[in-house]
């Protein structure tokens, strides 16, 4: 139950969080109410040689498997960490019983062997004798009856005897009760027959070519029938097909169906899937939530979950009520328990299989962006609640942003990272010696880590009503700007010259060709980190510097170009130009982005904010079909009435719970529509959920279909889920909680 409490206590603290006080505008807001967050909860089966065939959980909860080394039950588990399918010796008799099928009846747990159908429930009284030693299937029909079979012959029982038996066409595959009509149905390979209790007839009701499993839907009104290539369904009083075979699926060799809930739910021999009510599927699939993605079998679990037993084990997938504020409440335990590195925001790498106890923190080229991205988040929180603990977040990741500066001899220069000397280093070349002996620092930084740098400092700078952190960011931000200024508008390193992307002077920039992204976004980030500059700093230099590149130099011209113009440089272009365009750069995606708050919300001049603002809304045009979270909460800070509210609102839904760098495949699948390959890489013609999808920060591509590690590292939440969770707060186009 540790999982039940600590959402549920999450859900309570999250209530405590207050709103500032936002002046009243005429966007959109989304009312923080409760909704379903899904998540998997994984049991693996002790005994690798142990063949799984059912699962069923009864009106206690409680949850048997049944497999080829008996009866199975599920110990310890719980979100993130694996539980194991023991030995169920709880009623130590049922080991002796040779039971070859398990199912439920009345919501209680019931078994079938070599003699009988019986149970543990009901005083142990039901104890149903039958004649077919072989028997492996069977329903339960009214007043504790039961059909039966050995995959040819049916024996009838009730009142504790076979009260009519018989034989059938093919193999029996499954049988289903109808309660509606008191009727037994009967699915083989190529047909389904009936059995009614009351004239004792068997008789054909539909064909049902190349099934391999079925079940009752509709309230018995129909039988959806599954086969190795998709499924149909057939009215369950006529046997007519309804419809053609719908073979748009995730994956089209189905291997159980299930209602469940009022849903349909198909096991496949790729993963498990749920279909809408839009007609369109929620896809399990992938050790995010299931141990293998060959299904067996599913059922109804206790309180509204799903029991998806698998070849490797048993999922089970949990749907909570939950507010945004709550899983920001979990979100923020998973980032300062396994995510802060001296202050930094990062990585847990070298997991083993998605153990979180094998993992390490390990040092990144982004220190300082991944870092920007979660420091903002906490400033925006911090002025949304006055969270003390947030704040504290603040000063603790603006120690470590502060050292980057001093750690290395370069005035105003940031480095990539830092870490303590001895530690094996991964690129050596790239690694320094600090003049404290005990550390090393890393350089080459780029232009990402810059702006990055600018977005937090100036955020901080604003919204943070504490003097020490306010002085320490503007410091950074003179510091690494007049440093810029100094060098020529570029980043120099220790050895003098520049690094290879920390590059915005004219020489550089304006040699690219106008249609080439580098030009237009090293245009757009530079006016950006000096209008922010200028505007906590007041030092006229940077503002000089801004006006002179943008009127001498085109700087406004290249920010101001439509996107729809950016793309691959001529045959007739450099090479380097050639290099940087040949397909779209989502990692200048999240440049753009964080470059927008400085070069609006600080911009010169109301003229220029309403240019800027177009620039902004002509790039999170073409950005839409991502339904990307964070571009369209920082779209709204332009205080634009459409931003895609409900998209970003459902990133930040579908953003699983589970952050663990899971492999997924869904270039294969039968249910997405593939389209033609382009320069912005959109591979499909709507993009898959978050949860669907590997695990990616915001410079991610989110059409990408396949990828991840095979569990072997956890992202951090602060940059991907709480930044634009918490500037959606502070913004005010997502309330506080709501609980009604």
Same mark, same amino acid.
């Given at each position: 139950?540790?999982?039940?409490?600590?959402?549920?206590?999450?859900?309570?603290?999250?209530?405590?969080?207050?709103?500032?006080?936002?002046?009243?505008?005429?966007?959109?807001?989304?009312?923080?109410?409760?909704?379903?967050?899904?998540?998997?909860?994984?049991?693996?089966?002790?005994?690798?040689?142990?063949?799984?065939?059912?699962?069923?959980?009864?009106?206690?909860?409680?949850?048997?498997?049944?497999?080829?080394?008996?009866?199975?039950?599920?110990?310890?588990?719980?979100?993130?960490?694996?539980?194991?399918?023991?030995?169920?010796?709880?009623?130590?008799?049922?080991?002796?019983?040779?039971?070859?099928?398990?199912?439920?009846?009345?919501?209680?747990?019931?078994?079938?062997?070599?003699?009988?159908?019986?149970?543990?429930?009901?005083?142990?009284?039901?104890?149903?004798?039958?004649?077919?030693?072989?028997?492996?299937?069977?329903?339960?029909?009214?007043?504790?009856?039961? +059909?039966?079979?050995?995959?040819?012959? +049916?024996? #009838?029982?009730?009142?504790?005897?076979?009260?009519?038996?018989?034989?059938?066409?093919?193999?029996?595959?499954?049988?289903?009760?109808?309660?509606?009509?008191?009727?037994?149905?009967?699915?083989?390979?190529?047909?389904?027959?009936?059995?009614?209790?009351?004239?004792?007839?068997?008789?054909?009701?539909?064909?049902?070519?190349?099934?391999?499993?079925?079940?009752?839907?509709?309230?018995?009104?129909?039988?959806?029938?599954?086969?190795?290539?998709?499924?149909?369904?057939?009215?369950?009083?006529?046997?007519?097909?309804?419809?053609?075979?719908?073979?748009?699926?995730?994956?089209?060799?189905?291997?159980?169906?299930?209602?469940?809930?009022?849903?349909?739910?198909?096991?496949?021999?790729?993963?498990?899937?749920?279909?809408?009510?839009?007609?369109?599927?929620?896809?399990?699939?992938?050790?995010?939530?299931?141990?293998?993605?060959?299904?067996?079998?599913?059922?109804?679990?206790?309180?509204?979950?799903?029991?998806?037993?698998?070849?490797?084990?048993?999922?089970?997938?949990?749907?909570?009520?939950?507010?945004?504020?709550?899983?920001?409440?979990?979100?923020?335990?998973?980032?300062?328990?396994?995510?802060?590195?001296?202050?930094?925001?990062?990585?847990?790498?070298?997991?083993?299989?998605?153990?979180?106890?094998?993992?390490?923190?390990?040092?990144?080229?982004?220190?300082?962006?991944?870092?920007?991205?979660?420091?903002?988040?906490?400033?925006?929180?911090?002025?949304?609640?006055?969270?003390?603990?947030?704040?504290?977040?603040?000063?603790?990741?603006?120690?470590?942003?502060?050292?980057?500066?001093?750690?290395?001899?370069?005035?105003?220069?940031?480095?990539?990272?830092?870490?303590?000397?001895?530690?094996?280093?991964?690129?050596?070349?790239?690694?320094?010696?600090?003049?404290?002996?005990?550390?090393?620092?890393?350089?080459?930084?780029?232009?990402?880590?810059?702006?990055?740098?600018?977005?937090?400092?100036?955020?901080?700078?604003?919204?943070?009503?504490?003097?020490?952190?306010?002085?320490?960011?503007?410091?950074?931000?003179?510091?690494?700007?007049?440093?810029?200024?100094?060098?020529?508008? #570029?980043?120099?390193?220790?050895?003098?010259?520049?690094?290879?992307?920390?590059?915005?002077?004219?020489?550089?920039?304006?040699?690219?060709?106008?249609?080439?992204?580098?030009?237009?976004?090293?245009?757009?980030?530079?006016?950006?980190?000096?209008?922010?500059?200028?505007?906590?700093?007041?030092?006229?230099?940077?503002?000089?510097?801004?006006?002179?590149?943008?009127?001498?130099?085109?700087?406004?011209?290249?920010?101001?170009?439509?996107?729809?113009?950016?793309?691959?440089?001529?045959?007739?272009?450099?090479?380097?130009?050639?290099?940087?365009?040949?397909?779209?750069?989502?990692?200048?995606?999240?440049?753009?982005?964080?470059?927008?708050?400085?070069?609006?919300?600080?911009?010169?001049?109301?003229?220029?904010?309403?240019?800027?603002?177009?620039?902004?809304?002509?790039?999170?045009?073409?950005?839409?079909?991502?339904?990307?979270?964070?571009?369209?909460?920082?779209?709204?800070?332009?205080?634009?009435?459409?931003?895609?509210?409900?998209?970003?609102?459902?990133?930040?839904?579908?953003?699983?719970?589970?952050?663990?760098?899971?492999?997924?495949?869904?270039?294969?699948?039968?249910?997405?529509?593939?389209?033609?390959?382009?320069?912005?890489?959109?591979?499909?013609?709507?993009?898959?959920?978050?949860?669907?999808?590997?695990?990616?920060?915001?410079?991610?591509?989110?059409?990408?279909?396949?990828?991840?590690?095979?569990?072997?590292?956890?992202?951090?939440?602060?940059?991907?889920?709480?930044?634009?969770?918490?500037?959606?707060?502070?913004?005010?186009?997502?309330?506080?909680?709501?609980?009604?």
């Amino acid at each position: 139950m540790k999982h039940y409490l600590f959402f549920s206590l999450a859900i309570v603290l999250a209530l405590f969080a207050c709103d500032s006080k936002k002046e009243a505008t005429d966007q959109p807001v989304y009312s923080d109410v409760l909704y379903q967050q899904d998540y998997s909860i994984k049991y693996a089966v002790s005994d690798s040689e142990a063949a799984l065939y059912k699962v069923f959980s009864d009106r206690n909860g409680v949850i048997q498997v049944l497999s080829s080394k008996g009866l199975l039950h599920p110990y310890a588990g719980e979100l993130l960490y694996p539980g194991t399918l023991v030995s169920d010796d709880t009623y130590r008799p049922m080991t002796d019983k040779k039971i070859s099928s398990l199912g439920i009846y009345q919501h209680q747990l019931v078994y079938l062997d070599d003699k009988a159908v019986l149970s543990n429930a009901w005083a142990g009284e039901l104890y149903s004798r039958h004649g077919l030693p072989g028997a492996k299937i069977f329903a339960g029909g009214k007043d504790f009856s039961f +059909l039966i079979s050995d995959g040819r012959s +049916l024996q #009838y029982l009730k009142d504790n005897q076979v009260d009519w038996e018989g034989k059938i066409s093919g193999e029996v595959l499954d049988i289903q009760y109808g309660e509606e009509k008191n009727t037994f149905y009967i699915l083989t390979a190529s047909e389904v027959q009936t059995f009614s209790p009351g004239d004792k007839q068997l008789t054909v009701l539909g064909k049902a070519e190349g099934a391999t499993c079925f079940t009752l839907s509709k309230e018995g009104k129909e039988l959806v029938v599954g086969t190795g290539n998709g499924y149909f369904v057939i009215d369950a009083s006529t046997g007519e097909q309804r419809g053609v075979v719908n073979t748009k699926l995730p994956w089209t060799e189905i291997t159980v169906v299930r209602e469940i809930a009022g849903k349909l739910w198909f096991g496949s021999t790729r993963g498990a899937f749920m279909l809408r009510e839009d007609g369109k599927f929620n896809y399990y699939a992938s050790k995010r939530w299931l141990l293998s993605d060959d299904v067996k079998h599913i059922s109804e679990g206790e309180g509204g979950s799903v029991l998806v037993l698998t070849g490797a084990g048993l999922g089970r997938i949990e749907f909570r009520p939950m507010t945004l504020a709550a899983k920001a409440a979990f979100y923020d335990k998973q980032v300062r328990q396994r995510h802060i590195r001296n202050g930094f925001n990062a990585t847990l790498a070298g997991m083993t299989d998605g153990n979180l106890g094998t993992g390490h923190m390990e040092d990144s080229d982004n220190d300082g962006l991944w870092t920007s991205m979660y420091l903002g988040a906490e400033a925006f929180r911090y002025a949304v609640t006055k969270s003390p603990e947030a704040l504290q977040n603040c000063r603790e990741s603006l120690e470590a942003m502060e050292r980057l500066y001093s750690v290395n001899p370069v005035k105003g220069f940031p480095a990539r990272s830092y870490e303590r000397r001895g530690y094996k280093l991964h690129d050596p070349d790239r690694w320094r010696p600090a003049d404290n002996p005990e550390w090393d620092w890393k350089s080459t930084t780029s232009s990402d880590e810059a702006i990055g740098h600018i977005f937090v400092f100036g955020v901080l700078a604003e919204l943070v009503d504490d003097e020490a952190i306010k002085t320490k960011a503007i410091g950074l931000i003179d510091s690494l700007m007049q440093h810029v200024i100094d060098n020529d508008l #570029y980043l120099v390193d220790w050895d003098g010259k520049p690094t290879l992307w920390g590059k915005w002077h004219p020489d550089y920039v304006n040699a690219r060709p106008k249609n080439v992204g580098d030009r237009k976004i090293n245009s757009s980030n530079i006016i950006a980190m000096l209008q922010t500059a200028y505007h906590f700093t007041g030092k006229e230099v940077f503002k000089d510097k801004a006006f002179e590149l943008m009127n001498e130099y085109g700087y406004l011209e290249n920010l101001m170009r439509p996107m729809k113009e950016i793309g691959r440089a001529a045959a007739d272009a450099d090479d380097w130009s050639k290099m940087l365009s040949e397909g779209w750069n989502h990692s200048d995606d999240e440049m753009y982005f964080l470059g927008y708050w400085g070069l609006y919300r600080y911009a010169f001049n109301d003229t220029l904010r309403e240019k800027f603002k177009e620039a902004i809304l002509d790039h999170w045009e073409i950005e839409r079909p991502e339904k990307e979270g964070a571009w369209n909460i920082f779209t709204a800070l332009t205080g634009v009435k459409n931003f895609d509210l409900n998209e970003a609102v459902w990133y930040l839904q579908e953003y699983p719970m589970d952050l663990i760098n899971w492999t997924v495949h869904n270039s294969d699948r039968k249910d997405i529509e593939l389209i033609e390959p382009n320069f912005r890489e959109q591979t499909t013609k709507e993009v898959l959920p978050p949860d669907e999808l590997k695990i990616s920060r915001h410079n991610a591509n989110r059409f990408t279909l396949n990828g991840g590690n095979n569990g072997t590292s956890e992202n951090s939440a602060g940059d991907i889920w709480l930044l634009p969770y918490w500037m959606g707060r502070y913004l005010g186009v997502i309330s506080e909680p709501q609980m009604r």
